[in-house]
């Protein structure tokens, strides 16, 4: 009895150091996330086995390797590593319906599993943005939608005009048919003005499955708008005799027709010296009689815009120099230069004498200037007078009177008195006078 006794003893103490040993040994997994169409790695792994043997089962708990023998004839996966502490297999081109929990067993008393979830990332479709009609005339209320199936989970679509985000967006999401995927659209709703036109509108589709490298649809903009117009002048101060040329920059989609131009309500006064090439008004010397409004109209299919300009004609500065010269009390010459726009006019000798205060290319009147040529000749002719006079003077004429006539030759003055035609010995004085 003792003998029996011991050997239980004996037996029950190999169990529990059996029981202790096999506590130390559980499977260790990790979760896998692919994308469809990739390869998943399932690994497990032991850190104290005593060659206890290692399985990979599927969701449907079919065995798919049992230590490095294939149970299931699935040419996409292989074993990749088999050991008494590792079982590590490779599923390829991984499909949705493999999504699912994997379970690596243990084959211990009990046996011990340790599961891993394997999940496939539906990789969105190339997005498509509809509801875009060209071209769009401003003002019109515009409406797009960006739309994208096939992504799990549901992608986020983003909407950005020449990359600037817009907020206020409308977003639906949609499971598709398999139960698995989504499909995903977002509208845009804005009113396009003229700043609108050639604008890239992106619509952009960011999913974990893409790796950072988000999926875009674009479309660019075509707006119709009527011509805006402006009237560009080639000088700020437009002076008398200057030329001037007026731009009338019109822009507009379509473009403008050539443009009109008018003034004052009519047409052109003066078309020889009104000259328009193109968008151009070329006013080749400019007078008093072009001051008033100028107008600049331009038309395409969508309208018509127009913009004016008043032009003020303003007179050119000029500075007068006149030089008299007399040089003696017996002949009088004055000479006067008068600068006129680079020509002048000189009396008795002329001096060539150049205006420096004159501007090239000035060839309109000037009533100032005329004024002051009136004054000088009128000063020169006053003066030429006061000369002359004080002349005929100075060199008055030398004649004899009828009292001396006869007596040029007597020897003295008693006998030129009695030899004088006329005389009477006691005839009054007879006195001189000198006009």
């Excluded at 023998?69 to 493999?98: F, G, P």
């Excluded at 679509?157 to 020449?162: A, G, H, L, Q």
């Excluded at 400019?286 to 395409?300: I, M, P, Q, V």
């Excluded at 005929?392 to 006539?405: F, Q, V």
Aim: charged share 20%.
């Amino acid at each position: 009895m003792i003998w029996k006794r011991s050997a239980v003893l004996r037996f029950y103490s190999v169990c529990g150091l059996l029981l202790q040993g096999s506590q130390g040994q559980f499977p260790l997994t990790q979760n896998v996330t692919v994308v469809e169409g990739g390869t998943a790695i399932l690994t497990c792994r032991v850190d104290q086995n005593d060659n206890t043997s290692l399985q990979w089962s599927n969701p449907a708990q079919q065995t798919l390797y049992f230590d490095d023998k294939k149970a299931l004839r699935d040419n996409r996966i292989e074993l990749v590593r088999a050991s008494w502490h590792e079982l590590s297999i490779s599923v390829s081109d991984v499909s949705l319906s493999d999504e699912g929990q994997y379970t690596c067993s243990l084959f211990t008393m009990p046996v011990k599993t340790s599961k891993a979830y394997l999940t496939v990332l539906g990789v969105p479709e190339k997005p498509q943005i509809s509801g875009f009609s060209s071209p769009v005339m401003e003002g019109d209320l515009m409406q797009l939608t960006c739309k994208t199936s096939g992504s799990k989970p549901a992608a986020d679509i983003r909407w950005f005009k020449n990359d600037k985000e817009i907020k206020d967006v409308k977003y639906l999401k949609e499971e598709d048919a398999n139960r698995k995927t989504f499909t995903v659209s977002s509208t845009l709703d804005f009113r396009v003005d003229r700043s609108d036109d050639g604008v890239a509108v992106i619509c952009r589709v960011d999913h974990e499955s893409l790796n950072a490298t988000p999926q875009v649809a674009m479309q660019v903009l075509e707006i119709h708008y009527t011509p805006s117009v402006k009237i560009i002048p080639s000088t700020p101060f437009p002076q008398e005799g200057q030329p001037l040329i007026l731009t009338c920059e019109s822009k507009g989609k379509p473009l403008p027709e050539p443009v009109l131009w008018t003034k004052d309500g009519g047409e052109l006064p003066d078309p020889d010296r009104m000259v328009v090439s193109g968008r151009e008004l070329n006013i080749l010397f400019l007078n008093k009689t072009d001051n008033g409004t100028y107008r600049c109209e331009a038309t395409n299919t969508i309208g018509q815009s127009s913009a004016e300009y008043v032009l003020i004609v303003h007179d050119v500065p000029n500075t007068l120099l006149p030089t008299t010269i007399i040089p003696s009390l017996t002949t009088a010459t004055v000479t006067t230069t008068v600068a006129i726009t680079a020509s002048q006019t000189t009396s008795a000798t002329s001096s060539n004498i150049r205006d420096p205060n004159a501007l090239a290319g000035q060839t309109g009147p000037d009533h100032a200037l005329i004024g002051g040529i009136v004054a000088v000749v009128v000063f020169v002719t006053l003066c030429s007078i006061f000369l002359l006079g004080r002349y005929l003077a100075r060199h008055k004429g030398t004649y004899l009177t009828n009292e001396a006539k006869g007596a040029e030759d007597a020897p003295d003055a008693d006998t030129a008195i009695i030899n004088a035609e006329g005389s009477q010995v006691n005839a009054e004085e007879k006195k001189e006078y000198f006009i």
